[in-house]
Nanobody
């Protein structure tokens, strides 16, 4: 059974940094595209960042986080990270880790392209 568990959320002041982690179960991890999404209060869940399978040389970011967030993966530890710098109050949301599209070299930005989801971790940025 595939399981994803996020950690690292919390409360931070604007301009600060947080690193989210997502730990995965199973031997499948390295073959899957990994993504981060978020849901702000009273808004739909939206794409944040994605990293390709294998060595993760392909990554892609939402315009709203480009230059501030960095996604990375460690296949040996079956973990994907989201380093978030220069956080803004509008980054406040529940952040979800997702896995999908095995062996795919395409950028995956849509929720339906991901098969497995974590429970989410809360990030709150105060002004």
């Amino acid at each position: 059974q595939v399981q994803l568990v996020e950690s690292g959320g919390g409360l931070v002041q604007a301009g600060g940094s947080l690193e989210l982690s997502c730990s995965a179960s199973g031997q499948w991890f390295r073959f899957y595209t990994m993504g981060w999404f978020r849901r702000a209060p009273e808004k739909e869940r939206e794409f944040v960042a994605t990293i390709g399978w294998g060595d993760g040389r392909t990554s892609y970011y939402a315009d709203s986080v480009k230059g501030r967030f960095t996604i990375s993966r460690d296949n040996a530890k079956k973990t994907v990270h989201l380093q978030m710098n220069n956080l803004k109050p509008e980054d406040t949301a529940v952040y979800f880790c997702a896995a999908g599209a095995p062996y795919s070299d395409s950028v995956r930005k849509m929720e339906y392209e991901y098969n497995y989801w974590g429970q989410g971790t809360q990030v709150t940025v105060s002004s």
